[in-house]
């Protein structure tokens, strides 16, 4: 069975540091893996996603990551963090199918809090 | 590209009553579309995998008497929560699956969420 894990319930970083949320799956094929943020009352919006080529990743707002097999990671990274970062990240992981029908698992969610 | 749009947006019920959520792939065409229960501070909770035609998939534990999904165009689903109950009450959050061509791979994309309150 697939599954999605992120350590990190919380983060408070100040704007203008760096940023890195960690995210750690299990999954006994290729992973087709991305990164989705939620601000307050909203949906998903998809920042970023993997399933195969260069393992370093990039997606919009200046957001990065890196994708390591041997660790079975997928980190999400900025260098400069933004006030309006401030929300809800998750790490989801699903299968490569052709298709459609690809069931993502979701992780539990980092929330980010961004001070001034 | 790759809008997703949900309607309402928050819904106010009496106990007993139904309540049908909307869900549209606005720029492109869901073949899929996933329907998902969120409670607060908490993730994502897959209720149903639906396909244009036909009937949705549920997942353990979901009550499809009680979760009615339609999904009658490639560009429409529906879910419609009957009787509903306090412990209903939640954000219900809807994506549809497509294939942009500068993508080239399957993506879910979202909606921004359904707040329902059952009183």
């Known amino acids: 069975a697939q599954s999605v894990t992120q350590p990190d319930i919380h983060i408070t970083v100040s704007e203008g540091a760096s940023l890195e949320l960690r995210c750690n799956y299990s999954?006994?094929?290729?992973?087709?893996l991305f990164w989705y943020v939620q601000s307050p009352g909203q949906g998903l919006q998809l920042l970023l996603k993997?399933?195969?080529?260069?393992?370093l990743v990039q997606g919009i707002k200046g957001f990065e990551a890196e994708f390591k097999r041997s660790q079975s990671s997928f980190n999400l990274r900025k260098p400069s963090v933004h006030w309006s970062d401030a929300a809800e990240y998750f790490c989801?992981?699903?299968?490569?199918?052709?298709?459609?029908?690809?069931?993502?698992?979701f992780g539990t969610g980092t929330q980010l809090k961004v001070e001034l | 590209g790759a809008v997703v749009s949900q309607h309402p947006s928050w819904v106010i019920c009496k106990s007993g009553t139904s309540v049908k959520i909307e869900c549209r792939s606005l720029?492109?065409?869901?073949?899929?579309m996933f329907w998902y229960r969120q409670f607060p501070k908490q993730s994502l909770m897959l209720m149903a995998t639906?396909?244009?035609?036909?009937?949705?998939?549920?997942e353990q534990g979901v009550e499809k008497d009680k979760f009615l999904i339609n999904h009658a165009s490639l560009t429409l689903s529906t879910l419609t929560v009957t009787s509903a109950h306090p412990e209903d009450s939640s954000f219900y959050i809807c994506?549809?699956?497509?294939?942009?061509?500068?993508?080239?791979?399957?993506?879910?994309?979202f909606g921004p969420g359904t707040r329902l309150t059952v009183l």
């Open positions: 993997y399933f195969s080529g260069d393992t």
């Open positions: 720029d492109f065409q869901a073949t899929t």
């Open positions: 989801a992981v699903g299968p490569i199918l052709t298709g459609g029908g690809n069931k993502l698992t």
């Open positions: 639906s396909n244009e035609g036909s009937k949705a998939t549920y």
């Open positions: 994506s549809g699956e497509g294939t942009l061509l500068r993508e080239g791979t399957d993506t879910q994309y």
């Open positions: 999954y006994g094929a290729t992973p087709y």
